[in-house]
């Protein structure tokens, strides 16, 4: 089975801009969630979508948003980027079963850089 | 708040050696708990996981870790760290209730030497 996939792997962007990154789950899997990944904080949590649909989020500025598709494929858009958004951005799937195994299984990242 | 805790930022064996790396959890109630291994410039590969049962779980590339609830504790272990060992170590916790997300741990680096 493929793993999660996310693309592009590398971006390069001027302040101002935006950007979209996207990730496919593994096969199956319903939930996709989204982290930023920097030296300075490490990996913190932007947020989730389940059947096309946020169910948390991270205490991220609004510039910060997602969206979930039918085939659970899901996108990340940062608007209006600043240098501090330069990070690794990851993706990560589940299945969303509801109780015990609800594993999360990583992409392999989109390396943002903002100039 | 929920939080996890890697004391060790940064961690150097000898090849050969044995290795524990330390994770300490702070949640109402026992998390789930993972550990995860990332290569430079690379995503994060599942090492292992605890949802309950027997606390030594075993794992991929001969890792095994340790639940202790006593310590609020999830250590890593390897007997005989490899030289490909060399990478940052994340533990991470998930509440049992409800839809939560990951939290992590700032990550332990772990250099090999010869």
């Known amino acids: 089975k493929a793993g999660v996939t996310q693309t592009p792997r590398y971006l390069i962007k001027t302040r101002g801009q935006q950007v979209t990154l996207s990730c496919s789950p593994i096969?199956?899997?319903?939930?996709v969630s989204w982290y930023q990944q920097t030296p300075g904080q490490g990996l913190q949590f932007l947020f989730e979508?389940?059947?096309?649909?946020?169910?948390n989020k991270g205490n991220f500025p609004g510039r910060f948003s997602g969206r979930q598709f039918s085939n659970s494929r899901s996108e990340m858009n940062v608007s209006t980027l600043e240098l501090g958004d330069s990070a690794l951005y990851l993706c990560?799937?589940?299945?969303?079963?509801?109780?015990?195994?609800?594993?999360?299984?990583f992409g392999p990242g989109t390396r943002l850089t903002v100039l | 708040a929920q939080s996890v805790t890697q004391p060790d930022i940064h961690i150097t064996v000898s090849e050969g050696a044995s290795l524990e790396l330390r994770c300490n959890y702070s949640?109402?109630?026992?998390?789930?708990l993972f550990w995860y291994v990332q290569s430079p410039g690379q995503g994060l590969q599942l090492l292992l996981k605890?949802?309950?049962?027997?606390?030594l779980v075993q794992g991929i590339k001969g890792f095994e870790a340790e639940f202790k609830r006593s310590q609020s504790s999830f250590n890593l272990r390897k007997p005989s760290v490899h030289w490909s060992d060399a990478a940052e170590y994340f533990c991470?916790?998930?509440?049992?209730?409800?839809?939560?997300?990951?939290?992590f741990g700032k990550g332990t680096r772990l250099s090999v030497i010869a």
């Open positions: 949640y109402g109630a026992t998390p789930y």
């Open positions: 991470a916790a998930r509440s049992y209730s409800g839809n939560t997300p990951l939290v």
């Open positions: 979508y389940f059947s096309e649909t946020q169910r």
């Open positions: 096969s199956g899997h319903r939930s």
């Open positions: 990560a799937s589940s299945l969303a079963t509801t109780g015990s195994d609800d594993t999360q299984y």
């Open positions: 605890y949802f309950s049962g027997d606390t």
